[in-house]
């Protein structure tokens, strides 16, 4: 199957301080790439939609100027939690796919911890 | 509006004995219907997907469900459960293979000796 890099797995930045997550897709060219959040002990919550070449579509609920998404290249996705704080702390994991028909695959997490 | 239920948020069962998770969906169109696993601290892996194909899906480390589109069901089984199964699995669905998932809240099955 297709392999989805995210970096860093895990990160403890101090609040107030902005923190970048990559999400790779190693083998493939992602058209499409989403960004969920997931709570200790609960589910994955769609975050955001971020297609290549354009802007990134919010859920709603999700502050767009906080989670900046930025989908440069066929091959990278990139998630900013922008002045964090300790409630953004969460795991955060990506999926890409190559088309609407394709199923996509998931990276193996970032655990974000802000203190 | 699409939604998975899964019931039951935690499931225990003995090292040999089966394995049954419960999911239904709720879908206005022929749904694709997943499957994960998810062990502490890491990401997702995929145990099986339905696609509209064959409804009975063989998946890895010897799990298997069943497409019921009458009882809107894609429950999870394994006939002997392995201490190494206990993890965090999700039911997901999607009206199209490559759109976002929505997941289900999660079961936690426990596996003693």
């Known amino acids: 199957g297709a392999v989805v890099s995210q970096h860093p797995s895990r990160v403890i930045c101090k609040s107030g301080t902005s923190v970048k997550i990559e999400c790779r897709s190693l083998?493939?060219?992602?058209?499409?790439m989403f960004w969920y959040r997931q709570f200790p002990k609960q589910s994955l919550m769609l975050m955001a939609t971020?297609?290549?070449?354009?802007?990134?579509?919010?859920e709603q609920g999700v502050e767009k100027d906080k989670f900046l998404i930025n989908h440069a290249s066929l091959t990278l996705s990139t998630l900013t939690v922008t002045s964090a704080h300790p409630e953004d702390s969460s795991f955060y994991i990506c999926?890409?796919?190559?088309?609407?028909?394709?199923?996509?695959?998931f990276g193996q997490g970032t655990r974000l911890t802000v203190v | 509006a699409q939604s998975v239920t899964q019931l039951g948020s935690h499931v225990s069962v003995s090292e040999g004995a089966l394995v049954l998770l419960r999911c239904n969906y709720s879908?206005?169109?022929?749904?694709?219907l997943f499957w994960y696993v998810q062990y502490p601290n890491q990401g997702l892996q995929l145990l099986l997907k339905?696609?509209?194909?064959?409804?009975l899906v063989k998946g890895i480390n010897g799990f298997e469900a069943e497409f019921k589109k009458s009882e809107t069901s894609f429950h999870l089984t394994k006939p002997s459960a392995h201490m190494s199964d206990a993890a965090e699995y999700f039911c997901?669905?999607?009206?199209?293979?490559?759109?976002?998932?929505?997941f289900g809240k999660g079961t936690t099955l426990s596996v003693s000796s």
């Open positions: 339905y696609t509209s194909a064959a409804t």
């Open positions: 997901a669905v999607t009206d199209q293979a490559g759109t976002a998932l929505i």
């Open positions: 879908s206005s169109v022929p749904p694709y």
């Open positions: 999926s890409a796919t190559r088309d609407k028909n394709t199923e996509a695959f």
């Open positions: 083998d493939f060219q992602a058209t499409t």
């Open positions: 971020s297609n290549e070449g354009s802007k990134a579509t919010y």
